[in-house]
């Protein structure tokens, strides 16, 4: 059986300085574990110093700056709340697309989004299951900007965000092991996404992912008017995808044609097509009754358990490739 565990909402409000030290005041226990783990991680099994690390983390500082400097000031104010330095804070924003430059990428998830005929009212749903380290904490913040929008974000030790806001879209986020990973990453996923989720309009957020989305994610945004769009990374290049049949659904594969060649997730988690297709079949066994709580039922799937939609530890896999679904969101735009 899974771990249930209760969620205090952290609520967040004003400049994003504030909202950042807000969050690292609140969140300190969290962040620190964080780092933590994540830096302990990388030194043991790498056998680095930690200054190597950050240090290869700050060559991205001069592109985060010039791309986004509203998330350098929330850095600021979350490193300063948590009493951590402004390095290590940044640092945490780059953990995963460093884990897969030193080739420690873990954590598998399964998303999706499904609006129109398909689901039972019509309303736009969408979610997934967050699968990565046992263990590692979350946050739920309530975040509300000096422009006023607002947003429930669940936030995973300082790393990257799920956002919902209230201009009515969402995003779920994968990892995708793409072609070209020869590629150096331009910008880390935790640098531009929530620039992406500060936007007005889900036009505007799949704008600001076109421009930064390179390396190893997968994001889609979804809306309570319907608009459901995919976008799958390369490291030199991207991919919009669009639902079938008014349903969009994504694991660790890529699903565009041109970035098959050179496509590694059957070396690292082939149960990545099987947890796709499943949960896509399942979802048209109930074409037109979809509700959010017939999602939270297909995110419980375990068939092909441990390598399942939810994922359990397989004991059979390297300690530094282990993950296991640490939480499910199911977020309703509307």
Known sequence: MKEVRAFNIVE???TLYDIGRQY??????????????NFLSLCHNLQIGKSEIVGNAMKFFPKAKEFDPDVIDFIKGESEGAGITFEEAFTLRCVLDLTFYYGT??????????TGG???????ILGQNVDWVPGFPMD??????EDGLEQLVLSFGGVYEYTLNSAGFGISENLNLGPSQEHVVDLPCGLYLP?????????DALGVL????RGIGYYHLASADGEIVGIESAFDD????????????????????????????YMVAPDSYFRANHLRNIMEQHYGEITPELMMKFLADHENHPNSICRHVDDNKSPHTRSKTLASIVMVPE
């Open 210 to 213: 076109c421009q930064a989305a």
């Open 238 to 265: 991207f991919s919009i995808l669009y639902p079938e049949r008014d349903m969009l659904v994504h694991s660790n594969h890529c699903q565009t044609e041109r970035f098959y060649k050179g496509n590694q997730i």
């Open 12 to 14: 967040c409000q004003g």
């Open 118 to 124: 398909a689901t039972k009212n019509g309303k736009t």
């Open 105 to 114: 990428i873990t954590g598998m998830c399964t998303s999706f989004a499904v």
């Open 24 to 37: 690292g005041e609140a969140c300190k226990d969290n962040i620190l574990e964080s780092v933590e783990i």
């Open 195 to 203: 620039k992406a989720m500060r936007q007005k309009s889900i036009s």
């Open 140 to 145: 739920l913040l309530k975040i509300k900007y």
